[in-house]
């Protein structure tokens, strides 16, 4: 029999289901990974993980990962050690799906169907594990791709749009979701990388001028329901400033980084967010404080 809960009784998930949003190229990927590994030079408490092979991350952008691993151990001093985190580089399928001619390719998904559960079969292992996805905006291109067919077909010698139903676009939004809900689970911390973008709409403001709206870089509706299904939406900011080595009140080449979790993006509810109004600042310099203040499973590797 499911025991009854009351407010006093209640427990959420010790794992985190977070999506975390940036402009393009400002280093996205190093600072998730140099935070989950604790290696940020102004990172004091460890990482979120209990050691670096218990961070997966499944990428399918093109060079995210490049030069990861020299600029954390050269420029952040990270240990060697940190060359254990798993790569699962999906860049040449999701190319592969850009590149196929036919209707519906479901190719791309099977594969990433079956890397995820290569990756959950390392996560039951004993550990504080995380899994990041770099990035989602890739993914959901490579899905559109795969549902859509080829944007443009020939036709009598002449190039003609390939359609995209309103039927297509509902499977997009259901394939995402349940990738999704596939991927995250509460045996790990679940994090998504995306890109942010915006969105203008027929509302217009004072002005007369269309308004425009902070959003993420997915078509069609999924990219106001994905967001609705994690537990909370985080922007990155890299500042110009470099971090100042406390002990040689030097410069250091690591640009300084804060995420803020009361983004204005247009997701609804989402700049209130769940379990943080109280317990975050706007900015939050490390993961794993953050974690922490959250009540979030933390491994300290590094510590």
């Given at each position: ?19 975390f ?18 290696v ?16 997966h ?28 985190v798993h ?21 791309f998904?099977?594969?990433v ?13 004993p ?34 749009k390939?359609?995209?139903?309103q039927?297509?676009?509902?499977l ?12 995250q ?25 269309p308004?425009?709206?902070d959003t ?12 609705a ?21 030097k ?40 974690f ?12």
């Amino acid at each position: 029999m499911k025991q009854e809960q009351t407010l006093d009784s209640y427990e959420s998930s010790t794992y985190g289901k977070e999506l975390f949003v940036a402009k393009a190229k400002i280093g996205k990927t190093v600072t998730l990974i140099g935070n989950i590994l604790g290696v940020m030079p102004w990172q004091e408490h460890g990482g979120i993980v209990d050691t670096p092979s218990s961070l997966h991350v499944l990428t399918f952008d093109a060079a995210a990962a490049d030069g990861v691993r020299e600029f954390l151990v050269n420029e952040c001093g990270a240990p060697k050690e940190i060359g254990k985190v798993h790569i699962e580089n999906l860049q040449r399928v999701a190319e592969k799906a850009f590149a196929g001619r036919g209707d519906y390719d479901g190719l791309f998904l099977d594969t990433v169907y079956d890397t995820i559960r290569k990756i959950q079969d390392r996560t039951a292992k004993p550990g504080v594990h995380v899994v990041l996805v770099s990035s989602l905006t890739m993914l959901a291109k490579a899905v559109l791709r795969s549902v859509s067919g080829p944007a443009f077909l020939m036709k009598d010698g002449k190039m003609w749009k390939s359609p995209m139903d309103q039927n297509k676009w509902g499977l997009l939004k259901q394939i995402m979701t349940e990738l999704q809900w596939s991927t995250q689970q509460d045996n790990y911390h679940t994090i998504w990388e995306g890109h942010h973008g915006e969105k203008t709409v027929k509302e217009t403001d004072g002005a007369g001028n269309p308004k425009t709206f902070d959003t993420i870089q997915i078509d069609g509706s999924t990219a106001r329901s994905f967001p609705a299904q994690v537990e909370r939406v985080w922007e990155i900011h890299r500042s110009p400033m470099k971090y100042v080595d406390p002990k040689t009140k030097k410069p250091t080449k690591v640009c300084l980084v804060h995420f803020d979790p009361f983004p204005t993006f247009d997701f609804g509810d989402q700049q209130s967010g769940r379990k943080v109004s109280s317990r975050l600042e706007a900015k939050e310099p490390c993961l794993t404080t953050a974690f922490h203040k959250l009540d979030l499973k933390i491994g300290g590797w590094g510590t």
